[in-house]
């Protein structure tokens, strides 16, 4: 720079907003569930196989000078109006546990069907205690988070670890076992809701045994889901469902998933997958259908 010369200096900017945090909720099936007794606190004793899918709900967390919760997505309508749910607990009992995270800005973008036994809620809920924790530095293995989870619901614990393992006690003691990543799934669910109370108090009381050895296909294929009888009582179009996807080409396993009514099927190639979808739409287009895979 010559003397006498004047430095151009770079104009400023505006401080930058505080980062999104985006998680993904991720649709849960449950390859197998054992019910093995009813439990003395209401709640019944389990064994079952928990995987997730590639896709699912999606929150987005913000720091704001105003709070907001706002859901999205196809199917926001079935929680319109609902002020209080799974994901504002989830950010409140966060806030009791580790202390302000100032004003925030959620948004719940629902893409899964509602109470529909693929954990669309209490996934919500896990990925809101994941994305506060990355908001406010905490790690995401923290006993707090899982404590959080736990009481919030018995599928959210597995759903806040996200990854396939064996539920046991009612659901909230983890195992993680090696998963079956990208096997292709499809999800179909028949446009009706079934509430996981009147399913459990449906089952007949009778103890058919726990889930058996080998690997994650094997005990699937080898278990079942002793929630399927008495879903299938009060919803019978799920044996419909079950039904078609299990004479689908390329099929490994189908069945109901959770306490329904969303049932899922396994496959042997994303090509086998893409054509049950197709045959599925086209068969019954009102039924909701997702092609995702295992992560």
């Known amino acids: 720079m010559r003397h006498g010369s004047l430095q151009k200096l770079p104009t400023a900017r505006p401080c930058a907003d505080p980062p999104m945090i985006v998680e993904l909720a991720p649709a849960k099936i449950n390859l197998a569930l054992h019910v093995r007794r009813r439990r003395a606190d209401g709640y019944h004793e389990l064994e079952t196989l928990f995987a997730f899918l590639q896709a699912g709900d999606t929150i ?9 919760f706002r859901v999205t997505g196809p199917f926001a309508e079935g929680l319109t109006g609902e002020g209080d749910n799974l994901v504002t607990r989830a950010a409140r009992l966060f806030g009791e546990r580790f202390g302000e995270t100032g ?105 058919r045994g726990g889930i058996g050895t080998g690997d994650l296909l094997a005990r699937a294929v080898a278990g079942r889901n002793d929630l399927e009888p008495p879903a299938r009582a009060l919803a019978p179009v799920i044996g419909d469902v079950v039904a078609l996807l299990q004479v689908q080409p390329g099929v490994l396993l189908a069945r109901m998933s959770g306490s329904g009514a969303t049932c899922f099927a396994l496959f042997d190639s994303a090509e086998h997958r893409a054509r049950a979808a197709a045959l599925v739409r086209a068969a019954q287009p009102g039924w909701w259908c997702l092609e995702s895979a295992l992560a």
């Open 60 to 68: 987005s967390i913000a720091r704001t000078t105003a709070p907001s």
């Open 103 to 207: 004003t925030l800005d959620i948004v719940l973008d629902k893409h899964l069907p509602i109470a529909s036994g693929i954990g669309g809620g209490s996934a919500d809920a896990a990925a809101t205690l994941r994305a506060l924790a990355r908001l406010q530095g905490i790690a995401g293995d923290d006993a707090g988070l899982f404590a959080i989870a736990e009481a919030l619901g018995a599928d959210v614990p597995a759903c806040l670890l996200g990854r396939s393992a064996i539920g046991t006690g009612k659901g909230e003691q983890l195992e993680p076992v090696a998963g079956l990543v990208d096997t292709p799934v499809l999800l179909v669910n028949p446009g009706v809701a079934v509430s996981t109370g009147p399913v459990f108090r449906a089952w007949d009381g009778v103890d």
